[in-house]
Structures are given as C-alpha cells and as structure tokens.
Nanobody
Framework: QVQLVESGGGLVQAGGSLRLACAAS????????MGWFRQAPGKEREFVAG????????AYADSVKGRFTISRDNAKNTVHLQMNSLTPEDAALYYC????????????????WGQGTQVTVSS
C-alpha cells in the first residue's frame, strides 16, 4: 500500500515561512519524480513544484519561483517544500504527489497522492 503523508502546515503571517514535509512508504520512490500541488477553496488544484529522483531537475510554478524550494532525501523517502515570503494567495491545502518510476519532471502524470496539509496565511 503506497502512502504519502504530509505534515508541517499551519497558520503563518504574511511574509513568514513554513516547511512542509512528505513521508513516503509502501515502496521506494528514489527513482520517481515527486511533487507538491495545492488547492485553494473554489479553485482547481495546481502544480507547485516537482523534483527528479536525482534532485538535478526541479520545476516550479511561476507564482512560487524564487520563494519556494523543493528538496528530497531518497534515503529517507521524504520530500520537503520550503516556503518563504508567504502571501495570503499561497493559502491552500497542499498535497504531496509521486509519479511512477522513469517519468520526467512535469506538472502532470502523478499517480500517488497524499491527503494534504493545510496552509493558512494571515494578512
């Protein structure tokens, strides 16, 4: 049973930072792209960031470039999202996701999903 469990969400003031974590279990994800998505109320889920298994390639949505950083530790089967300079527009339910092995970094094609962690940003 594949499981992705997110943590680290919470309430933060605008301009603040949060670090999200995703713990993967059930199989190794060391050769799979992993990513983060978010969904705000009344909006569609959107891609935030993705990272290759080697960590050489990372992709970001334009809205978070320069503020968010995705990283992973394959030995621990974890992926993180460091979020800085948060704004109320960043408030959403953040999901961790993973692709099947061998696929490239891109906003689509994710097969496994976590339940999400809530990020709230006060102005």
């Amino acid at each position: 049973q594949v499981q992705l469990v997110e943590s680290g969400g919470g309430l933060v003031q605008a301009g603040g930072s949060l670090r999200l974590a995703c713990a993967a279990s059930g199989r190794t994800f060391s050769n799979s792209v992993m990513g983060w998505f978010r969904q705000a109320p009344g909006k569609e889920r959107e891609f935030v960031a993705g990272i290759s298994w080697s960590t050489v390639t990372a992709a970001y949505a334009d809205s978070v470039k320069g503020r968010f950083t995705i990283s992973r530790d394959n030995a621990k089967n974890t992926v993180h999202l460091q979020m800085n300079s948060l704004t109320p527009e960043d408030a959403a339910l953040y999901y961790c996701a993973a692709k099947r092995p061998g696929l490239p970094v891109s906003p689509s094609g994710y097969a496994y999903w976590g339940q999400g962690t809530q990020v709230t940003v006060s102005s």
